[in-house]
């Protein structure tokens, strides 16, 4: 999968360069959950049906982030996991537009004759409540009219489960009040956090359960506090464990900003500096303060004694 970067307005040699008949699913897809894998999926089978490349055309920073509109405190899907995600459900070309001020007052209609024409995209996939434009003004139905009929919309319907649509908003309020189950369903996958291991306060060593201090790649979305299941990727090995996502309530007062600590089972190799892959499998317990060293051990290892028995790790 090629990653091209495009700015507003595009420069004609850079439209130059990239146009193609290609059929292209258009969307902000943070999350890539099941709803937005039906778009992805949906233009990707279209493109093979047509004999011509399928793309994806996306921005960033997030238009919500940019315009400091609602809630949105991080990703669900940064650039890099985004860009693994989709290499691997058959896209051949990522569009990831700049997403500013400036683009954020673009009509409809100068987005698609200055962004979308100009490549040729053929046919343009997108969600059932697709907007774009200055203020949302644009939906699928002006898409295809300003198409000019050398572009087709499809518009994929809402994917539903259990009778709800699928949606990000869900996801991150499943996350966000421990509800992994939920998060995972609909994501069709396990959540997971990407960071680097660094050097954290060393505590857990002194109480039996050395810990790999994960440093945030990114602006993920936090999940509840906690202590969760994880699988972890590191190189070519997969490894398990247990996770404290929070702020050690038992050893600090008025923390705030949270750590994540990871026990690996059966491990003991140097890590700092390296990059792991967390997968959360499975939200065990919320984090709570322990009235003594000896009884936050005692949990820690019926913790740790759960999370073998979610991921089918020997006891």
Request: charged letters at 20%; one cysteine or more; a negative charge.
């Amino acid at each position: 999968m090629r990653t091209v970067t495009l700015s507003y307005p595009m420069p004609p040699e850079t439209a130059a360069e990239w146009a193609q008949p290609q059929v292209a699913a258009l969307g902000q897809f943070d999350g890539l959950h099941r709803g937005h894998a039906s778009v992805i999926t949906s233009a990707v089978a279209l493109a093979r049906r047509q004999g011509v490349p399928a793309a994806v055309m996306t921005f960033h920073p997030h238009p919500k982030d940019v315009m400091g509109k609602g809630d949105y405190d991080g990703y669900l899907t940064p650039p890099k996991d985004k860009q693994e995600l989709l290499s691997g459900m058959g896209v051949d070309i990522l569009y990831i537009i700049d997403f500013n001020e400036q683009l954020s007052r673009v009509s409809p209609q100068d987005f698609v004759s200055i962004m979308l024409l100009p490549l040729q995209i053929i046919t343009a996939v997108v969600g059932f409540d697709f907007r774009f434009g200055y203020l949302g003004e644009g939906d699928a139905d002006m898409l295809r009219e300003l198409g000019l009929g050398a572009m087709s919309v499809e518009t994929v319907p809402p994917f539903l489960l259990d009778g709800e649509k699928v949606s990000s908003s869900g996801i991150r309020k499943s996350l966000q009040s421990g509800d992994l189950a939920l998060a995972n369903s609909w994501f069709g996958r396990c959540y997971h956090l990407r960071g680097i291991v660094g050097h954290g306060e060393k505590r857990g060593r002194t109480i039996g359960f050395p810990t790999a201090n994960l440093q945030l790649e990114d602006r993920y979305v936090i999940p509840a506090k906690g202590v969760y299941a994880v699988k972890v990727f590191f190189k070519e090995e997969v490894l398990y464990g247990v996770m404290n996502v929070g702020v050690k309530p038992t050893f600090h007062d008025g923390m705030v900003a949270p750590s994540f600590e990871v026990h690996l089972f059966d491990f003991a190799a140097d890590i700092y500096g390296q990059e792991l892959t967390v997968e959360l499998e499975g939200f065990i317990r919320p984090e709570r303060k322990f009235e003594s060293i000896d009884a936050l051990i005692s949990q820690i290892s019926k913790d740790a004694e759960t999370a073998k028995v979610l991921l089918g790790y020997p006891s």
